[in-house]
């Protein structure tokens, strides 16, 4: 997927769904059924088994619909290996300049993570397209930071359920990472791809109602 498309694709839709875990074959059918909710950006976390064979398969199926990432990116040797099987954004718990130069001249979505005010700033100035806070603090340290950096793209990750999600987008969030609350590590081969898309469409929904207030 081409990076504008892409930021495009997050920036309209909003949620994009964390993968961690032992996904086991299970990636295009959950990646499918979180897609039939509503959710069409999809992070792939490193520190899950047989991360690369995952993202490679969900961009080769599902590439075309979704955008497909890799999530936990530490190192510029890990950026290459996700960008090599397909992925078209790069998240990170934390801000490393040298990984978001390398995503950037790759052409490929940069979402590092940051906390603070400062954090944020500079991984911003540094290319990012939009950053991660992480943890996400609550609405009220999101309210915080947009409120002093309103031109910032904010994905805040950690404690977005279907409840707050219409509250962070309200409070500015430009996206939304969300993991457990859609599919969790202990569940990756129980869940039924019925629940995963019922799942995904209370987050829809908040997106949806965010767009009409």
């Not at 619909?65 to 992925?87: F, K, N, R, S, W």
């Not at 950053?131 to 930071?145: D, N, Q």
């Not at 969790?184 to 929904?205: C, G, I, K, N, P």
Request: one cysteine or more.
């Amino acid at each position: 997927m081409r990076h504008d498309d892409l930021i495009a694709l997050v920036g309209r839709t909003k949620i994009v769904a964390i993968l961690r875990g032992d996904l086991d074959g299970r990636e295009v059918e959950i990646a499918g059924a979180l897609a039939a909710g509503g959710v069409a950006a999809v992070e792939v976390s490193i520190v899950s088994p047989r991360y690369a064979a995952a993202i490679a398969r969900l961009a080769k199926e599902l590439g075309g619909q979704m955008a497909i990432g890799a999530g936990t990116v530490l190192t510029v040797e890990q950026l290459h290996e996700v960008a090599d099987c397909g992925a078209s954004f790069i998240v990170s718990p934390n801000f490393d300049p040298e990984v978001v130069e390398e995503t950037r001249r790759l052409d490929l979505g940069s979402f590092p993570g940051a906390y603070t005010a400062t954090e944020v700033v500079a991984a911003w100035k540094a290319g990012a397209d939009a950053v991660k806070i992480f943890p996400s603090g609550g609405v009220e340290h999101l309210k915080a930071l947009k409120a002093p950096l309103p031109q910032i793209r904010m994905v805040p990750t950690g404690g977005v359920t279907g409840e707050n999600a219409g509250e962070f987008l309200a409070a500015g969030a430009w996206g939304l990472g969300i993991a457990s609350e859609l599919v969790s590590t202990r569940e990756m081969q129980t869940v039924t791809a019925a629940e995963l898309t019922r799942r995904a469409l209370v987050f829809s929904a908040a997106v949806a109602g965010s767009a009409h207030e």
